[in-house]
């Protein structure tokens, strides 16, 4: 036979052999071919190591309670808490959030941590560390009002400038 990679009919014959999609009678005659031609070796070996590929890729099979154990991972490493309240702990002392604060961020500070502190109560049961965050951030509300507190007692015209 002509060698199939010559022409495009024969290239697809070439293919089909590779996916095992040819009769008996065209993979005899297309091996009997492909023992002597470098090229179409070397294609059909290609063709080989890409489908023994996929072959494996679709073997692998997802466990029952993959999506449980997935979700279970994504709790213990992220709470949303975590997330929520990181904003909450400022990299730098109270001397430079005082003088870079303005009163309005500092309100929306505190209405965000009324919101989070509320939270909870919408969850069935909070777990022990949740529980451990909330009061972590009525800490902080606590020193973040004090520090209000300080701000309007050092202003006497109660314009809250940084
Ligand atoms: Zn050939």
């Known amino acids: 036979m002509n060698c199939p990679l010559e022409t495009r009919e ?5 293919l089909d052999y590779c996916t095992r999609k040819l009769e008996p009678e065209s993979v005899a ?4 071919h492909i023992a002597i ?15 023994q590929a996929l072959d494996a ?9 993959f999506d449980r154990r997935l979700y279970r991972r994504i709790d213990a490493q992220v709470s949303w808490w975590s997330l929520l309240l990181r904003p909450f702990r400022p990299p730098f002392g109270m ?3 005082r003088r870079s604060l303005p009163a309005t961020a500092m309100a929306c500070l505190l209405v965000m941590a009324g919101i989070l ?10 777990a022990p560390n949740q529980m451990e965050q909330v009061e972590h951030a009525l800490d902080e509300m606590e020193m973040l009002s004090e520090f209000s507190r300080h701000l309007r007692a050092d202003v006497p015209d109660s314009k809250l400038q940084p």
Request: aromatic residues 6%; negative net charge.
């Open 37 to 51: 031609c470098g090229a179409c070796l070397e294609f059909a070996l290609g063709q080989r190591a890409v489908w």
């Open 57 to 65: 890729w679709e073997a692998a099979p997802v466990s029952q309670d």
């Open 10 to 14: 024969d290239a697809q014959l070439l």
């Open 29 to 32: 005659i297309l091996e009997r």
């Open 117 to 126: 502190v509320e939270r909870p109560v919408v969850s069935p049961e909070p």
């Open 95 to 97: 001397a430079t959030l």
